[in-house]
């Protein structure tokens, strides 16, 4: 069992920056491909970012390529969202999900992830 807490998220002007950060505890965490998804209120939850266990390969989605920047430091069982740029769109709430994985996978598909956070909002005022 992976236990997965996030934080970071609170209220940002349009161009501003957070950095969300997601801690994980129960198992070995540089065992898991990571992952952060996000949901708007009324949509689906989409996906936003993925990252291999050994942080050498990592996807995004078009809509935050080159604005967030998904990162991990396994000594703190800990990944990160980076977010730059920011756009009212980017409003919702955001989740980490965990995947026990070999060591280059990722994937940007939900019901691959084995674990789920409780999220944190993100509010991005025009």
């Known amino acids: 069992q992976v236990q997965l807490v996030e934080s970071g998220g609170g209220l940002v002007q349009t161009g501003g920056s957070l950095r969300l950060s997601c801690a994980a505890s129960?198992?070995?965490?540089?065992?898991?491909?990571m992952g952060w998804f996000r949901q708007a209120p009324g949509k689906e939850r989409e996906f936003v970012a993925a990252i291999t266990w050994s942080g050498g390969f990592i996807l995004y989605a078009d809509s935050v390529k080159g604005r967030f920047t998904i990162s991990r430091d396994n000594a703190k069982n800990t990944v990160y969202l980076q977010m730059n740029s920011l756009k009212p769109e980017d409003t919702a709430v955001y989740y980490c999900?965990?995947?026990?994985?070999?060591?280059?996978?990722?994937?940007?598909?939900?019901?691959?992830?084995?674990?789920w956070g409780q999220g944190t909002q993100v509010t991005v005022s025009s």
């Open positions: 129960g198992r070995t965490f540089s065992n898991y491909a």
């Open positions: 999900a965990a995947k026990n994985s070999g060591r280059n996978y990722a994937t940007r598909g939900q019901s691959d992830y084995d674990y």
